[in-house]
């Protein structure tokens, strides 16, 4: 055979390949929810996190915690098309979820920090958010005698730091993770475990002649850990491109999680959409700007039926809701 | 027996009966929390009372709860001197617990309302809490088709309307009591469920030539449902005046409930006091200011151990956490 026919075969098999479903595996919880060396997950630092993220002390007013915008009763985020911080002012961008954050490489809509526990802090520290100086919340929890003993429980001999508040809030958040839910239940044999709609929805969504959802949303968390530009319309807010300043990521944000995707509308990175349907109907017809569009995005010309399967198909990433409950504060 | 010397016995057995100690009975749990016959509390009425009391699509701004202010994690209050706003505007009033208010026979530090149904729209309505039309309210639950439902379950016919949101949220709140205390342990003959400077603190707390206390602080949830001006420094709250504009109101605020008193500090109408400490300096000092200072309040010369000990005592108050779980919002 020659070389370039060669080539063209090889070019051939790859795009086939492409096309192809992802393997049932892809779709399967990872063992083990990852942590770094030097944050293992513990009890007691889940404990000590979850106060902690429970807590209004942590913001500047001593009046908005952790869980007033990543709300536990509303999917982890707020419900709101943009969220509402300090002084009650509105900002740009959408409170994301913060369930299956621990399985993302990149945290925030723009990816700016890497860790979770780079990430803890940051909300914190905003004047927009929770406006509360940083020097200041460490002096205010080591006057609180049944924070100290809990830190020392965390994190022996490392005491109350900046450091400590953001391990132990990244370690709770190592917690919040998806449920099983439908779509599990089917992806390891139990047919009847969703309709032949979402089914088909499946099947649309990971065709990459099709739906094409999967070649950002992959995988277990539904996620690629990477930033587009979906082409929505108005959008003037530059997104990843401030933090990496390349074209291509102008008006590029994280490609969201789709676990529990029920529970968090308004969708996209500023909420702009209120129903799934919208976001299906947003994508089919390619976005509605061309301005470094990423390459994925195409008008797809789905049927309204295929669009109403993969809504389905959604509909059955939501677990069943996960028992927290709230924490009592030391005093 | 002339009647003159009659009177003069008889006032002399009443001021000493008013001296003796409490019967024990008087602190025992009453068998049932009451609710009135328009809203017998149930399993459903209770669900969807909690659901509501967690929802901050309940406010104007759809980002303030109920339980943004009577946190659960902090006593069901919030931790700070006076409340926090719409706007985040800070008010001249302390958030009161909720707890035991299912007791209670006037709401409010002002006692403005006498239900539990009457006060729930109260800072619901408010523009300077929660900030929400009352008629746009009832308009965004209706669109949710899990709040229809479960209106409809918990209210057979009634539909979503102010008057069932009111009703619900007072079902929720008669949930909110207060739970066994190593006070109550004792009472009830366990004698070591509390110290012995705990039980010499009840002792002054309740002798009327000593503490004085429960003057106001009586029975089971320890208050009286009556105003007092307790003398408090630099106070410009007309309080039960507002309601009841006769001289003896003014400045006179409902006595709350002790229990839980360890989670809910600060202290007083307006949180002047950060500890149980300087609560109990202000009542031995008979209060700051003269001007319509209640009769029961005089200065009552406790050494600092007494003191001390009444300190104790209010700590066994205290009851095992209640365990809330978040309830998961209809979408």
């Given amino acids: 055979m020659k070389s370039s026919m060669m080539m063209t075969v090889m070019i051939g098999l790859l795009l086939s390949m492409n096309l192809q479903a992802a393997p049932k595996e892809d779709y399967l919880r990872p063992e083990k929810v990852p942590a770094p060396a030097s944050n293992k997950i513990t009890p007691e630092r889940v404990e000590l996190g979850k106060a902690l993220f429970f807590d209004p002390r942590l913001s500047g007013s001593n009046w908005i915690s952790c869980a007033t915008c990543h709300n536990p009763a509303l999917g982890w985020s707020d419900g709101l098309p943009t969220a509402i911080g300090h002084g ?25 920090f890497r860790s979770l526990e780079d990430q803890a802090l940051g909300p914190i520290a905003a004047d927009v958010e929770m406006n509360q100086d940083l020097d200041e919340v460490v002096a205010e929890l080591k006057v609180i005698p049944g924070y100290v003993s809990m830190f020392e429980k965390a994190y022996p001999g490392e005491g ?54 999967a070649a950002c949303h992959m995988g277990f968390n ?33 490609t969201p999680t789709l676990r529990d995707i029920t529970l968090t509308a308004p969708y996209m990175h500023n909420g702009m959409y209120a129903t799934l349907e919208e976001v299906v109907a947003h994508y089919n017809r390619g ?34 809701p996960m028992v927290v409950t709230v924490p009592q504060l030391p005093q």
Same sequence: chains 1, 2.
């Avoid at 900002?91 to 700016?112: C, E, F, H, S, V």
């Avoid at 587009?228 to 590029?252: C, I, S």
Wanted: net charge neutral.
């Fill in 88 to 112: 009650m002012k509105v900002l740009g961008r959408a409170t994301p979820t913060i369930l299956n954050t621990a399985y993302q490489r990149k945290q925030m809509w723009d990816g700016r």
């Fill in 160 to 213: 109350v730091s900046q450091a400590t508040i953001a391990k132990a809030l990244a370690s709770f958040e190592r917690t919040v993770v998806s449920t099983e839910a439908p779509f599990d239940r089917w992806i390891k044999g139990d047919e009847t475990a969703i309709s032949e709609s979402a089914k088909n929805g499946f099947a649309w969504f990971e065709d990459g002649s099709k739906g094409n959802c």
């Fill in 222 to 254: 539904f996620m690629d850990d990477g930033f587009h530009n979906v082409g929505l319309k108005g959008n003037q807010d530059a997104g990843r491109f401030a933090e990496v300043p390349v074209p291509v990521m102008k008006g590029a944000f994280k």
């Fill in 287 to 320: 976005g509605d700007t061309k301005d470094n569009l990423d390459p994925n995005l195409k008008p797809l010309n789905l049927t309204a039926q295929e669009q109403k399967d993969i809504v389905e198909f959604l509909k059955t990433l939501t677990g069943e």
